[in-house]
């Protein structure tokens, strides 16, 4: 099978399954965590502030739902081959995130306490949030596409043909030795760090590249760097390097732990040109959260800019960051 464009009855019975399993679990969680956001703002919680806290909870895990019918759908019928798979993945996606932000739309309408000038900007926060969810998913997807186009099953649909093996021993000797020779060499050959790299080559990122280093640029006008992680690979590419004056050692920065709820990161060395001041390297550790902004503990000494670490992006399995001068 080349590409899959439909869900057997079989394979979507089998998934319903395990999502209602996952569903469980994330409900769970997640009421959880509105419980205790709730007990923690107490009689905050009809301001602006304490509902903006609310709908970031419950976007999570509008996302956290999506994300978990996306990974169930490619653990039974495995990643996309094409745009076709895709647009299947997401088709059921976004009938996830509109069902439930439909929902708490409603609730937001019908919530007495909401003020009422505050209830539009809600509404705009869930369905901004329902489209960067979607958006994300399937950058994620055809970054797959990109890793799958080179697979066996490229491979072996280009260069061979069932009417020219059908009856032929030697697909049941040579193919077999064929398959094993091109998953080893494709063993060997792939990089770790593939997957962060092809979404920064993507055409989702290129498409907005330059409104976000515009953006960078006007929010860290003394320079910034974008860099990428996952749980053991930091990567970083210099045509997204536009701290001019510094120079930064990426050489002993390492991942010391990522996990669901926060980063642990130790932060590279850091030469400041101009005053030939250095930044040692140190350990930053901040909640694993889009937006989330810290400026580090120690500066170049009577400079007036600090250097910033934000999260621009977080994948699931990689996170776009950056280190910015203010």
Same mark, same amino acid.
């Given at each position: 099978?080349?590409?899959?464009?439909?869900?057997?009855?079989? *394979? =979507?019975?089998?998934?319903?399954?395990?999502?209602?399993?996952?569903?469980?679990?994330? %409900?769970?969680?997640?009421?959880?965590?509105?419980? =205790?956001?709730?007990?923690?703002?107490?009689?905050?919680?009809?301001?602006?502030?304490?509902?903006? =806290?609310?709908?970031? $909870?419950?976007?999570? !895990?509008v996302m956290?739902?999506?994300?978990?019918?996306? *990974?169930?759908?490619?653990? /039974? &019928?495995?990643?996309?081959?094409?745009?076709? %798979?895709?647009? /299947?993945?997401?088709?059921? /996606?976004?009938?996830?995130? *509109?069902?439930?932000?439909?929902?708490?739309?409603?609730?937001?309408?019908?919530?007495?306490?909401?003020?009422?000038?505050?209830?539009?900007?809600?509404?705009?926060?869930?369905?901004?949030?329902?489209?960067?969810?979607?958006?994300?998913?399937?950058? %994620?997807?055809?970054? &797959?596409?990109?890793?799958?186009?080179?697979?066996?099953?490229?491979?072996?649909?280009?260069?061979?043909?069932?009417?020219?093996?059908?009856?032929?021993?030697? $697909?049941?000797?040579?193919?077999?030795? +064929?398959?094993?020779?091109? +998953?080893?060499?494709?063993?060997?050959? !792939?990089?770790?760090?593939?997957?962060?790299?092809?979404?920064?080559?993507?055409?989702?990122?290129?498409?907005?590249k330059q409104?976000?280093?515009?953006?960078?640029?006007?929010?860290?006008? @003394?320079?910034?760097?974008?860099?990428? /992680?996952?749980?053991?690979? +930091?990567?970083?590419?210099?045509?997204?390097? @536009?701290?001019?004056?510094?120079? $930064?050692?990426?050489?002993?920065?390492?991942?010391?732990?990522?996990?669901?709820?926060?980063?642990?990161?130790?932060?590279?060395?850091? @030469?400041?040109?101009?005053?030939?001041?250095?930044?040692?390297?140190?350990?930053?550790?901040?909640?694993?959260?889009?937006?989330?902004?810290?400026?580090?503990? $120690?500066?170049?000494?009577?400079?007036?800019?600090?250097?910033?670490?934000?999260?621009? =992006?977080?994948?699931?399995?990689?996170? +776009?960051?950056?280190i910015g @001068?203010?």
């Amino acid at each position: 099978m080349f590409s899959r464009v439909t869900i057997s009855q079989k *394979d =979507e019975k089998h998934i319903g399954l395990k999502f209602e399993k996952r569903r469980t679990r994330i %409900d769970a969680e997640y009421n959880t965590k509105l419980l =205790e956001k709730q007990t923690e703002l107490g009689n905050r919680i009809h301001g602006g502030c304490g509902q903006n =806290e609310l709908i970031r $909870i419950k976007t999570e !895990k509008v996302m956290k739902l999506a994300e978990a019918w996306s *990974d169930i759908y490619r653990e /039974v &019928c495995g990643n996309p081959a094409n745009e076709k %798979d895709v647009n /299947v993945i997401i088709e059921r /996606v976004k009938q996830i995130v *509109d069902s439930h932000m439909k929902s708490l739309i409603s609730n937001v309408e019908n919530n007495t306490t909401i003020p009422a000038n505050f209830k539009q900007a809600c509404q705009e926060q869930f369905i901004a949030g329902g489209m960067s969810i979607i958006s994300n998913i399937k950058s %994620d997807l055809e970054i &797959c596409v990109m890793e799958n186009k080179f697979t066996l099953r490229k491979i072996i649909g280009r260069s061979f043909t069932i009417k020219f093996f059908k009856h032929s021993i030697f $697909i049941y000797i040579v193919a077999p030795i +064929i398959v094993f020779l091109i +998953i080893s060499n494709c063993n060997k050959t !792939k990089s770790p760090n593939v997957t962060i790299n092809n979404y920064f080559e993507s055409s989702f990122f290129i498409s907005k590249k330059q409104e976000l280093t515009l953006n960078l640029r006007q929010k860290y006008p @003394f320079g910034f760097v974008i860099f990428s /992680v996952d749980d053991k690979n +930091i990567v970083t590419l210099n045509n997204l390097n @536009f701290a001019q004056d510094f120079d $930064i050692d990426w050489v002993n920065t390492k991942i010391k732990q990522l996990t669901n709820n926060r980063i642990e990161i130790l932060i590279p060395k850091i @030469f400041y040109k101009p005053q030939r001041v250095t930044i040692q390297k140190f350990t930053m550790i901040i909640p694993r959260k889009v937006g989330y902004k810290k400026v580090f503990p $120690i500066s170049f000494g009577s400079q007036k800019f600090k250097p910033i670490f934000e999260v621009l =992006e977080d994948h699931s399995k990689f996170l +776009i960051l950056v280190i910015g @001068f203010k």
